[in-house]
Nanobody
C-alpha cells in the first residue's frame, strides 16, 4: 500500500511559478504511473497530467499544456509538477495519484482509474 503526500502549495501572483511535490512511501513503491489532478472551488476533480514510471512519457490536459511540466525522481519516490505562467483559473487543490503500470495508459485521465491518492495541497493564484 502506497502513501502519497503532497507539498509545496501556496499563494502566488498571476504569471508566477510554483512547484508542487508528491512524495511516496510504503513497503513497495512502484512501478507506478503517477498523475496530478486538481479540484477548483465548485468544480469536479479534473486531470492535469500524468507521467510514466521512467519519466520519459508525459501527458497533459489542454488547459495546462505548455505551462506545466511533470517530472519524477524514483530514487526519492517523488513526483513534481512545475507550474509556470499561472492564471487565476489554476487556483485549486492539487492532488497526486498513482496506479500500477500494468494497466498501461488506458484511462489515465479518469480519477476512477487510480488506486492511491494524496491529501491535496492548495494552490491559490491571485490576479
Amino acid at each position: 500500500q502506497a502513501q502519497l503526500v503532497e507539498s509545496g502549495g501556496g499563494l502566488v501572483q498571476a504569471g508566477g511559478s510554483l512547484r508542487v511535490s508528491c512524495a511516496g512511501s510504503g513497503r513497495t513503491f512502484g512501478p507506478y504511473l503517477m498523475a496530478w489532478f486538481r479540484r477548483a472551488p465548485g468544480k469536479e476533480r479534473e486531470f492535469v497530467g500524468a507521467i510514466s514510471w521512467s519519466g520519459s512519457t508525459t501527458f497533459y490536459a489542454d488547459s495546462v499544456r505548455g505551462r506545466f511540466t511533470m517530472s519524477r525522481d524514483n530514487t526519492k519516490n517523488t513526483v513534481y509538477l512545475q507550474m509556470n505562467s499561472l492564471k487565476s483559473e489554476d487556483t485549486a487543490v492539487y492532488y497526486c495519484a498513482g496506479r500500477n503500470t500494468s494497466r498501461g495508459y488506458r484511462g489515465i485521465t479518469s480519477l476512477y482509474e487510480y488506486d492511491y491518492w494524496g491529501q491535496g495541497t492548495q494552490v491559490t493564484v491571485s490576479s
